[in-house]
């Protein structure tokens, strides 16, 4: 009988060729989202090792004075792949991710005399460009240093309301601050991505 031999030789090559498919999936950007839910962000723990696009301390967002975040640092990652992709258009692809971190900081210690360095991780927030979503964006919160999500739920309703309107009316290129991160600007000046008005 030869069936069972086909059978066999016939279940090869599916193993191969799915093998060989799943090889190839692997070797494409390996640092798109992941979602629970279809919608959940699971927290991307190498983000430290993504590009890093730029440092602010004590932003004050808010025109009514607020507390503003003291002097507080704000360090902003994007996934690699990207990053390399806005370089050559001076646009966001879909799968980008972005990750604010929130840092306290300290002056004296050390040998410091003047100025400031980072310290603990106060907050972390994330935003990411996906067309599966209605608006295209979706923003998140991973929450306080020392007890950060394993997975952030998509912010919806009252709550996200705030994200999306700061982001859309203040935002230099689609919704991201690329005005205060400059080796972007440049870029998106070069590249006519620019929001008018910048
Ligand atoms: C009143 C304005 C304002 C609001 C509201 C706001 N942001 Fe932002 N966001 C900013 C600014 C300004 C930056 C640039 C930060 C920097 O340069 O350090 C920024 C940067 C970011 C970034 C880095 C990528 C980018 O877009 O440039 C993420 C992620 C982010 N915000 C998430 C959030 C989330 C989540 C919310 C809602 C919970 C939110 N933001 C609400 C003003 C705002």
């Not at 739920?153 to 982001?167: F, L, N, Q, S, Y």
């Not at 859309?168 to 600007?185: D, G, S």
Request: proline fraction near 6%.
């Amino acid at each position: 009988m030869k069936c069972p031999t086909l059978v066999l030789t016939l279940a090869t090559v599916v193993l191969v060729l799915t093998g060989a498919l799943g090889l190839r999936a692997q070797s494409g950007p390996n640092d798109a989202p992941r979602y629970e839910n279809g919608a959940d962000l699971v927290f991307p723990a190498d983000y430290r090792t993504w590009t890093f696009l730029g440092a602010g301390i004590g932003m004050t967002y808010e025109e009514e004075g607020g507390a503003g975040n003291g002097q507080m640092f704000s360090n902003v990652f994007v996934n690699p792949s990207s990053h390399v992709h806005f370089m050559e258009t001076g646009a966001w692809p879909d799968g980008t991710t972005f990750m604010l971190e929130f840092r306290q900081s300290d002056s004296a210690a050390s040998i410091n005399q003047a100025g400031r360095f980072q310290t603990g991780l106060a907050f972390l927030e994330a935003e990411v460009k996906d067309s599966r979503f209605e608006d295209g964006w979706a923003f998140y919160q991973f929450g306080p240093g020392g007890n950060l999500r394993d997975v952030a739920p998509r912010m919806t309703g009252d709550a996200v309301e705030p994200c999306i309107k700061c982001h859309t009316e203040h935002t230099a290129v689609e919704r991201t601050f690329v005005q205060f991160y400059p080796t972007l600007l440049e870029v998106a000046r070069e590249k006519g991505t620019l929001k008018p008005g910048f």
